[in-house]
């Protein structure tokens, strides 16, 4: 599987849009980006994933660069429930395959 | 909306006992997982499930665990004689067949290992 790379933290302003980015330099044809959060010891939450072409449902957008090396998850109006470790994971799709955890990026969403 | 549900939410036990952690997927998924996240690390995968028996798993499970879907519903996991390491959060989660691979977590069991 393809390694991601993703800041260790960041801050984001109440009602600001926040913008989480991933690197995943040797991700291969077949493999899509998914984007999961946890918020304090909750479960992860599934949040979007894609492919090649940009994204959105009604928790975030996924924009992916054309070459496919990196991504970016945007949280359009960031609210203080928010705030959680974020992980990219890249995995191809089907198949019933785990997926592999980093250690995310911990979005702080300040008042 | 259909979620995954854990029971129990936090089960506490001595070193040594067995323990049996619980889980409902979402009722038409058919591929189940079970990871743990010890307090402060990252989340681990434990082993994958699918048409009743694992398809993978990881150099955590070892033999003092073990997964059954023991009816339709439900699916476990056992650890036969707990450690103390074993004190952790175990998570499971379902996806659908087929080409979707979201899958869907529980709130966790925090499992506590005296």
């Known amino acids: 599987d393809a390694k991601t790379t993703q800041p260790t933290s960041m801050d984001c302003a109440e009602g600001r849009a926040a913008n989480l980015p991933c690197n995943h330099s040797?991700?291969?044809?077949?493999?899509?980006v998914y984007w999961y959060r946890q918020i304090h010891s909750q479960g992860p939450q599934y949040i979007i994933h894609?492919?090649?072409n940009n994204e959105t449902n009604e928790m975030a957008s996924l924009i992916i660069t054309e070459d496919r090396k990196s991504s970016t998850l945007i949280l359009p109006h960031a609210t203080l429930r928010d705030t959680a470790v974020y992980y990219c994971?890249?995995?191809?799709?089907?198949?019933?395959?785990?997926?592999?955890f980093g250690p995310g990026t911990r979005l702080s969403v300040l008042p | 909306e259909p979620e995954v549900t854990q029971t129990p939410s936090h089960q506490v036990t001595q070193m040594g006992q067995e323990v049996i952690l619980r889980c409902v997927p979402i009722?038409?998924?058919?591929?189940f997982y079970w990871y743990r996240q010890i307090l402060g690390q990252k989340v681990e995968f434990l082993v994958s499930?699918?048409?009743?028996?694992?398809?993978?798993k990881s150099e955590i499970f070892d033999d003092q665990f073990s997964v059954e879907r023991p009816d339709g519903s439900n699916f476990t996991l056992k650890i036969r004689s707990t450690k103390l390491e074993d004190s952790a959060m175990y998570f499971c989660?379902?996806?659908?067949?087929?080409?979707?691979?979201?899958?869907?977590f529980g709130p966790g069991t925090r499992l506590t290992v005296l």
């Open positions: 040797t991700i291969s044809g077949n493999e899509y």
């Open positions: 989660a379902s996806r659908t067949g087929g080409n979707y691979n979201e899958q869907f």
């Open positions: 894609g492919l090649k």
């Open positions: 994971i890249v995995r191809v799709k089907g198949y019933g395959q785990n997926f592999v």
């Open positions: 499930f699918y048409n009743n028996e694992i398809s993978e």
């Open positions: 009722s038409n998924h058919l591929y």
